[in-house]
């Protein structure tokens, strides 16, 4: 994929710190972090290393990155290192993609109370999944599946919801056996939609009982509970999505699925369309006319800030395991299914420790192609000193 024209770091260095303290009534160092970070990423400021072409001995000096899990910039690497470490995981078998999302009512309550909200998004969905499909009037089996949160929609509001990659099958109870789902049936969507609905609003009516939700500005009166309890009501009477993909395929094409949904943030660099008079413009996909690709503009300001939504609370992890594949199960029951499924299970591989875990990924000489490797590493002061001098005028 060739290189953006911009980044999401060249507008944030663009609007600098007058930015921040244009919306210094919201802005919180959580946000200044994650600005900081991207902004600097793969620049002097973070140090580097030397490179050298183990083939001609060409060398060169990389810029290290931030590492901040909101850096579109850093997830390529972290995604491709979390999908092999998945590759022995993945079962001879046909997997779904269900999607569960949050009614769009529930936003401004989700942003004062990010973590209890996504916490319970991923448990009561994974609760859900579960239940469903261990009543024999459906599959009769015990599943397991990793979730993944995001938070956006296309247009960077937000749009809290889970992506979960399931296996066509599961577990027979007295796990003597594996039950295969039906070719185009897994789990039904209203039964998922209805249990979905009561577990969420059950967990969020008790999140309320023991204090864990904050209630500020125009929100104040919902820390009454027959307030609450009202505005809550509504939320029963309409139907909550739930996204069931057709089961797409085996494990290999898995892995490639996997890259669309794991570590992603909320927008990519090559979304962007151009950046003039302080406008950004970038694509989106409007799934209500059949996924059209279509341009949006908004002013820097306002891009930075739906950005902004979508910074996770520290120490939140967004990628979950459940079912036979919860970190308590896995290594009993995964080698269970392949054996039932009549395969063996990938060896485990170490993954090696890369002294170029800086570098882009297959990082090649330009000169001849050769594979290139660190020799030295730099602190951002002695690469200043390495830099050539400023251009003076002839004297």
């Not at 009769?140 to 956006?152: K, R, Y």
């Not at 699925?257 to 409007?286: C, E, K, M, P």
Request: a positive charge; hydrophobic letters at 40%; glycine letters at 6%.
């Amino acid at each position: 994929m060739s290189r953006p024209p911009f980044e999401v770091a060249d507008l944030i260095r663009a609007a600098g710190a007058a930015f921040i303290e244009r919306n210094r009534q919201w802005i919180r160092w959580k946000h200044v972090k994650v600005l900081l970070a991207i902004a600097r990423c793969r620049t002097a400021a973070l140090g580097g290393h030397v490179d050298e072409c183990t083939r001609c001995g060409h060398r060169a000096i990389s810029y290290n990155s931030c590492r901040d899990r909101h850096c579109p910039k850093c997830q390529i690497t972290a995604r491709e290192q979390w999908i092999a470490a998945r590759r022995r995981e993945l079962l001879p078998t046909r997997y779904l993609h269900v999607v569960f999302t949050l009614p769009h009512r529930l936003a401004p309550l989700v942003l004062q109370n990010k973590k209890v909200f996504y916490d319970l998004l991923l448990r009561t969905s994974a609760e859900t999944l579960l239940e469903v499909a261990r009543d024999p009037k459906h599959l009769g089996a015990e599943i397991g599946f990793f979730s993944v949160l995001h938070t956006w929609s296309q247009q960077l509001n937000l749009h809290p919801h889970v992506h979960c990659v399931v296996p066509a099958g599961g577990l027979s109870p007295d796990h003597t056996g594996w039950i295969r789902s039906p070719d185009h049936y897994f789990l039904p969507k209203k039964v998922l939609r209805k249990i979905f609905r009561g577990k969420f609003v059950a967990a969020l009516q008790q999140a309320f009982q023991n204090g864990q939700l904050r209630f500020e500005g125009d929100l104040k009166l919902l820390a009454q509970h027959k307030t609450f309890a009202a505005w809550l009501r509504p939320l029963y009477r309409q139907a909550w999505v739930v996204y069931l993909k057709p089961p797409f395929g085996g494990p290999e094409y898995v892995l490639q699925y996997l890259g669309r949904y794991t570590h992603r943030v909320a927008i990519s660099n090559h979304r962007l369309v151009s950046f003039t008079d302080g406008q950004v413009t970038f694509r989106w996909r409007d799934s209500a006319h059949h996924n059209e690709l279509k341009l949006l503009t908004l002013a820097v300001d306002e891009f930075l800030r739906r950005f902004l939504l979508h910074i996770l609370p520290r120490g939140f992890v967004r990628i979950r395991n459940f079912g036979f594949l919860a970190n308590c199960k896995r290594a009993t029951l995964l080698p269970l299914c392949f054996q039932l499924l009549g395969s063996a299970q990938p060896p485990h591989v170490q993954p090696h420790a890369s002294s170029t875990e800086d570098s882009p990924p297959l990082w090649r000489c330009p000169k001849c192609g050769g594979p290139m490797k660190v020799i030295e590493r730099l602190i951002a002061a002695e690469i200043q000193l390495r830099s050539p001098p400023p251009l003076t005028a002839a004297a």
